[in-house]
């Protein structure tokens, strides 16, 4: 079994690269536009860029 040393000691997993659906959307945050996305956005949530994305997930885990 290969183990990936930049998730620990964990088995590594190939999974296939992800489908992306195109389209024409704005970041909720930033209004930056997006072209792209791994799923399909529901209209009653807010849609970010990675920027605003990366920056949400790092307020979310320093509280």
């Not at 998730?7 to 997993?13: A, L």
């Not at 849609?47 to 790092?58: H, L, V």
């Amino acid at each position: 079994m290969a183990f990936n040393r930049d998730f620990g000691d964990r088995p590594r997993r190939n999974f296939p690269p992800r489908e992306m659906i195109k389209g024409n959307w704005k970041c909720s945050e930033c209004a930056k536009e997006i072209t792209e996305l791994p799923f399909e956005p529901a209209p009653d949530r807010p849609i970010y860029c990675r920027d605003c994305w990366a920056a949400k997930r790092t307020d979310r885990f320093q509280r």
